[in-house]
Every structure is written in C-alpha cells, then in structure tokens.
Nanobody, 120 residues
Framework: QAQLVESGGGTVQAGGSLRLSCIDS????????MGWFRQAPGKERAFVAA????????SYADSVKGRFTISRNKGEKMVYLQMNRLKPEDTAVYYC?????????????WGRGTQVTVSS
C-alpha cells in the first residue's frame, strides 16, 4: 500500500532552519520522481521542490531557490527538505508526494503533512 509520512515540522523564528523528512513506508516510490508541496492558510497547495527518481536532478519554486534543498536516500526510502533562512511566508503545511518531474504535477498520494510555522 502506497503511503507517505511527513515529519520534522515545527515553529522557528525567521532566519532559522528546519529539516523535513518523508518516508515511503509502503516502498512504492523508489522509481518515481518525488517532490514537496505546501499549503498556506487560505491558499491552494503549491509546488516547492522536486527530485528525479535517480536523484541527479532537482528543481525549485522561485520563492525557495537558494534557501531550500531537496534530497533523497533511496536505500532508506526517504526524501528530505532542508529549509534554511526561513521567512514568515514559508508558514504552511508541507507535503511530500510522487510527481511528474517535468510538469511538476503531483500524483494522488497525499499524506497528512507536517506544519511549519515561521514567526517574525
């Protein structure tokens, strides 16, 4: 059964860092591109970052480029999002998901997400 579980969220001050983790507990996504998305209050879910299934290619939303880094450990079925120099506008629920790398279109495997709150 395909299942993605996110963790690592919390509350930090602006300028701080967090590292989000996503585990593929169903062992279903090792050959998929993976990505992170976020949904802020009152807004639609938006793309944040993606990594190819090989791990060789990454892409980012302009708003996080240079501050966030996506990575994956295929042996451990993990996907990570290192978030540095956090801003209040990064406050959102963060989700990982499989996606089409080129179009950034997510598949329908949403987990519960993890809350990130950045205070000013």
């Amino acid at each position: 059964q395909a299942q993605l579980v996110e963790s690592g969220g919390g509350t930090v001050q602006a300028g701080g860092s967090l590292r989000l983790s996503c585990i593929d507990s169903g062992h279903a996504f090792s050959t998929y591109a993976m990505g992170w998305f976020r949904q802020a209050p009152g807004k639609e879910r938006a793309f944040v970052a993606a990594i190819s299934w090989t791990g060789d290619s990454t892409s980012y939303a302009d708003s996080v480029k240079g501050r966030f880094t996506i990575s994956r450990n295929k042996g451990e079925k993990m996907v990570y999002l290192q978030m540095n120099r956090l801003k209040p506008e990064d406050t959102a629920v963060y989700y990982c998901n499989a996606l089409d790398y080129d179009s950034r279109t997510p598949y329908d495997y949403w987990g519960r997400g993890t809350q990130v709150t950045v205070s000013s």
